[in-house]
């Protein structure tokens, strides 16, 4: 194993973590963006209906989150130290965000007279998930200053103007993918209130991605400029899609093609992690440590395959056997 | 004591893991005990079993879902603040804590679904399977983090290359002869804890003279259990010991308050450590017991803590008072397991209300013995993270300011405050309640959502609540 050529394990999980970021941030985002549209209304029956789009799903999507966590430190523990130290304040804001949205989720229904309480907690804590995620992406194209396998940069350097950019570009992004999901999940008047937003949100998703690039360009020299995408023309592709991707959710919207409409959000998510991947690839902490770097001894990585060829499977058809059971529209009544 | 990144990290991980670990704890017992009167039930075929069952699961869902959530906080303390500890032991506790993730996942997504969801769809029989398939595997999550934590306190199974402690022998690692000890000794005081509670829920119930039936039932259960296990608990707390003695000599030197060598060594009872000046204040003594304790004959002799050089002296006060206080509630619950059993035998449980509110009042018992002993085991450990490899001042996040950590440690508690004492409350309401028939079946919830069980099952507050919505 070295630093050039990562060993087949490294990649195995290193493959293992990218698939779970990806898989986490489509499906806790569709229901942090139910999250945050739930704050734009003041309808309870909008409310209700939108909160059984996502019951059955939104507490398994965070499974993931803890195999992300769980296997950087198995297999990447370098990756995982620092990214624990680079985001100590975000992850401790997403941490409790979680656990309010968590329990608002399971309260509100008990008391009328709190209601108000558990709705602040359930969007508040939605959006300032979604936030911090985005936040710390930003923070990772602008690169991780990293000394002796530990972060070395200061408490805020995650909080910069680009940042804060893709911080709330994230909670649009989201809220676009929650409204796509309410298209897809709710029938009548939801669908139609969702429908009208997204437009709307495709728009602001747009010029914020463009308020960041052309910050990149300014202000924050590098950002985007010392990516891997100068060497790599080709990940422009990606870019492009992505781009494409916003434009055809306007235009599913504008057809009120429910199943199109949503899976284009899907598309844009994805298309813009790709983007990333290319910008960073092979760094895991960019610009600072590879995979190859990272990865554990082999030793390791080997004992966690054992666990994790029978265990991962079963996550992943656990996962889709939930989404196969609650398919189709929800009735607004059933809870 | 200045107020630094260190002290507040290590103030941290002791306050979000001492509210973790109750959670856990409570649940490998309750499994356990659901288990055994689902097992009661199948073979007896007695209705009041039933009932009894329905009346513990929401309070095992409720547990499980606060343990899975301060388990997520837990997954990441690791690095946010032990960052050197995260790259140097990363290879060997990572993979630990991974497989502990693993096993946790394997258990929601699989029996726990059936258990919660599924009496009315599938057989009686599987049924019980899947109770006993839940309680094997909370006691194998449980399997590692104590694999986890056997290798903090005596590393076995490693090397090291370029500073970094890496994994040689997995076998030693996992199945090392500490683990063999601490394991069951974690596993028998989970069992501990779940039975007071069990016995203590029963003898309310018939102090109040509601639910007599089912407090019987939980009465009886609940101290016949604890009376077959105290004992064995007993035997491996002294296995513990021996590993410490042999392993950790300057733990058993802080837990037994010796300070000097002697020969033979006198038994410090009680007593308040004075770590300033090396010595005991206000202490009850008894002469060659020490000696006797710790090596089995009255003559021997014991080192104290002034063999050690004092950077390798762990803190004297908290592990000699903490282990006092765990072996307490060991002897409480020895006495009223095995009272409650002779007052049963000659017919006066029932009638005996002074031992009624003993029992009830030893509810917590089970849970404090708990956190001593872990605060045993973990200060006397210091001033190692990794015991004779990594210390742990050298193991902090070397970035962290003591503002990062203040803040963290305030939201912490202000966040476990309001979200466990909610939970607290809820287990608690659903006690006072006490069995209500059946549990009612909900839609759309799913194993991965404990929570919205215990949200529904609880009575409503507001009774107009589900109409107005």
Redesign the interface.
């Known amino acids: 194993m070295s630093e050039l050529h990562p060993s087949n394990l490294a990649l195995f999980w290193a493959a293992v973590i990218a698939v779970s970021i990806l898989v986490y941030v489509i499906l806790d985002g569709l229901d942090l963006g139910v999250g945050i549209l739930f704050g734009s209304t003041r309808d309870e029956d909008h409310r209700l209906h939108m909160m059984n789009t996502i019951a059955p799903f939104w507490d398994g999507n965070e499974t993931w989150l803890v195999v992300i966590g769980a296997g950087l430190f198995a297999t990447f523990p370098v990756v995982y130290a620092v990214f624990m130290g680079a985001f100590y304040l975000p992850l401790l804001l997403l941490l409790v965000g979680l656990i309010f949205r968590g329990i608002a989720f399971e309260f509100r229904y008990r008391s009328v007279r709190m209601r108000w309480l558990w709705d602040a907690g359930f969007f508040l804590g939605s959006t300032v998930v979604a936030f911090v995620q985005g936040a710390a992406v930003g923070a990772l194209m602008r690169g991780i200053p990293v000394a002796n396998e530990q972060f070395a940069g200061t408490s805020f350097d995650w909080l910069h103007p680009f940042s804060v950019l893709t911080g709330i570009g994230l909670v649009f992004g989201y809220a676009l993918l929650g409204a796509g999901w309410i298209v897809l999940k709710s029938e009548g008047e939801l669908r139609d209130w969702a429908y009208k937003r997204i437009g709307w949100l495709a728009a602001i998703v747009f010029v914020i991605l463009g308020m960041a690039f052309t910050v990149s360009l300014t202000v924050d020299v590098g950002a985007v400029a010392q990516s891997h995408l100068r060497e790599r023309p080709w990940g422009l592709v990606f870019t492009v899609a992505a781009i494409a991707a916003l434009g055809g959710v306007v235009m599913g919207a504008r057809a009120r093609r429910d199943g199109l409409t949503f899976a284009l959000t899907v598309v844009f998510i994805l298309t813009s992690y790709l983007t990333l991947g290319v910008m960073f690839w092979p760094y895991m902490v960019p610009y600072s440590i590879t995979v190859g770097s990272a990865a554990a001894p082999d030793a390791s990585l080997q004992f966690l395959f054992y666990g994790g060829v029978v265990v991962l499977p079963v996550i992943a058809l656990y996962t889709a056997g939930v989404y196969w059971v609650f398919r189709g529209k929800v009735q607004r009544e059933s809870n | 004591m200045e107020l630094d990144p260190l002290i507040l990290s290590r103030i941290q991980f002791g306050f979000v893991i001492s509210f973790h670990i109750i959670f856990p704890a409570f649940t490998i017992g309750l499994a356990a005990w659901l288990a055994t009167i689902e097992g009661a039930r199948l073979v007896t075929g007695n209705t009041l079993y039933r009932r009894v069952f329905d009346f513990w699961l929401p309070i095992f869902a409720v547990s499980f879902g606060m343990g899975v959530?301060t388990g997520?906080?837990m997954?990441?303390q690791?690095?946010?603040n032990w960052?050197?500890l995260?790259?140097k032991?990363?290879?060997?506790?990572?993979?630990l804590?991974?497989?502990e993730?693993?096993t946790a996942?394997?258990l929601e997504?699989t029996f726990f679904g059936v258990l919660l969801l599924g009496r009315d769809r599938v057989s009686p029989r599987f049924y019980f399977f899947s109770c006993c398939m839940v309680a094997l595997g909370t006691m194998f999550s449980s399997f590692w983090i104590l694999a986890n934590n056997s290798w903090m306190q005596v590393p076995l199974g490693h090397t090291i290359?370029d500073g970094k402690i890496?994994?040689?022998d997995?076998m030693q690692i996992v199945l090392g002869p500490v683990q063999m000890v601490r394991w069951p000794h974690m596993l028998l005081a989970a069992f501990l804890t779940s039975g007071m509670c069990v016995a203590a829920t029963g003898a309310w119930y018939l102090l109040r003279g509601v639910h007599r039936d089912e407090g019987r039932v939980m009465l009886h259960w609940g101290l016949a259990l604890v009376a077959v296990v105290i004992p064995i608990q007993l035997f491996f707390g002294h296995l513990t010991g021996e590993y410490v003695l042999k392993h950790q000599p300057a733990k058993f030197a802080a837990i037994e308050a010796r300070w000097k060598n002697e020969q033979p060594a006198k038994e410090v009872l009680i007593a308040i450590p004075d770590e300033a000046n090396e010595r005991n204040l206000f202490a009850i003594t008894v002469p060659e017991l020490g000696s006797f304790i710790a090596s089995g004959n009255f003559t021997a002799a014991e080192i104290g803590l002034e063999s050690f050089p004092r950077e390798d002296r762990p803190p004297v006060l908290i592990p000699f008072l903490a282990f006092r206080l765990m072996v307490g509630m060991g002897l409480i619950m020895l006495a009223v397991s095995w009272l409650g059993n002779l007052l049963r035998w000659r017919g006066k449980l029932e009638s005996s209300r002074w031992f009624l509110w003993g029992t009830f009042l030893s509810f917590p018992t089970g849970f404090v013995a708990i956190l001593t002993g872990w605060y045993t085991a973990e200060v006397g450990r210091q001033p190692w993270v990794v015991y004779g490899l990594l210390r742990t001042r050298d193991a902090i996040?070397?970035?962290?300011?003591t503002?990062?950590v203040l803040?963290?440690l305030i939201?912490?508690i202000v966040?476990y405050w309001l979200?466990v004492s909610?939970g607290i409350y809820y287990i608690y309401k659903l006690l006072r309640d006490g069995p209500r028939g059946e549990a009612m079946a909900i839609?759309?919830?799913?194993a991965?959502?404990p929570?919205?069980i215990?949200?529904?099952t609880?009575p409503?507050?507001?009774a107009?609540?589900?109409s107005?919505?």
């Open positions: 959530v997520i906080v997954a990441f690791f690095g946010t960052g050197v995260a790259v032991t990363g290879s060997i506790q990572g993979p804590l991974g497989y993730g693993f996942f394997m997504a290359v890496i994994p040689a997995w996040t070397p970035a962290l300011t503002n990062d803040t963290s939201v912490y966040v979200f909610f839609a759309n919830v799913t991965s959502r929570l919205a215990a949200a529904r609880e409503a507050v507001d107009d609540a589900r107005k919505r």
